[in-house]
């Protein structure tokens, strides 16, 4: 089993900057793509950003140019510059394998105020 557990998570003032990571642990498959989910309150979870295997890197419009997706072995990071209200919700990591499948985190929690 892979397990994926994501921390860096907390409150922090309109502006600031968290730095989120996702560990992965157990007996890891090939992975072909790490993403970055996030759901607000009573909303749907929404994606993120993508980092590839081969490196490319892509990201929602409403976080471009302000977050940024990166990895280190089988740690999976999320820099968050310039933060919003509006990026307050849970952040998921999730591992797309070659194999197929995917596993998800169980969320760490990030509060921007105003």
């Known amino acids: 089993q892979v397990q994926l557990t994501e921390s860096g998570g907390g409150l922090v003032q309109a502006g600031g900057s968290l730095r989120l990571s996702c560990a992965a642990s157990?007996?890891?498959?090939?992975?072909?793509?790490m993403r970055w989910y996030r759901q607000t309150p009573g909303a749907q979870r929404e994606w993120v950003a993508n980092?590839?295997?081969?490196?490319t890197t892509n990201y929602a419009d409403s976080v471009k140019g302000r977050f940024t997706i990166s990895s280190a072995g089988n740690t999976l990071y999320l820099q968050m510059n310039n933060l919003k209200p509006e990026d307050t919700g849970v952040y998921y990591c999730?591992?797309?394998?070659?194999?197929?499948?995917?596993?998800w985190g169980p969320g760490t929690q990030v509060t921007v105020s105003s």
């Open positions: 999730n591992f797309r394998y070659w194999t197929g499948t995917n596993t």
């Open positions: 980092l590839s295997n081969g490196g």
């Open positions: 157990g007996t890891t498959p090939s992975v072909n793509l």
